[in-house]
């Protein structure tokens, strides 16, 4: 899991870089598009959501069946949170947009995807 953790934080770390502006300029818009480009060409990628400077939900790309309270469990756990989704099991990372402000960047990788991946790549 140290490769794939590994490159999910690299992931994250430019996905960070490129949505920080749209957070400043609080274009929720321009930032959901974004994140939705991300999504499709990230095969492993099971969702990404970012909070503002406020500690909220400012962006996401949720589905529908993404449970609330999983969502309010993941903002409020400090380090990265391990659970189960009906896709597989899934490592969410939490990388801060902005060092020292409370806006963050959360990336779900689903470890099931990144094995399959890894497997057919070799």
Do not use: W
């Not at 990230?42 to 529908?64: I, K, M, Q, S, W």
């Amino acid at each position: 899991m140290g490769f794939q953790i590994e490159r999910a934080s690299s992931l994250g770390d430019a996905i960070a870089e490129g949505i920080s502006l749209n957070v400043i300029n609080d274009n929720s818009l321009q930032a959901l598009n974004q994140l939705n480009a991300i999504i499709k060409k990230n095969e492993a990628l099971e969702y990404v959501f970012v909070t503002n400077f406020n500690g909220d939900l400012f962006v996401h790309t949720f589905d529908r069946g993404f449970p609330r309270s999983l969502l309010s469990y993941i903002q409020h756990e400090h380090g990265d949170v391990n659970f189960i989704t009906e896709y597989g099991e899934v490592y969410d990372i939490e990388i801060p947009l902005i060092e020292g402000m409370r806006a963050r960047l959360h990336i779900g990788i689903n470890k099931n995807e990144v094995n399959y991946l890894i497997k057919k790549i070799r």
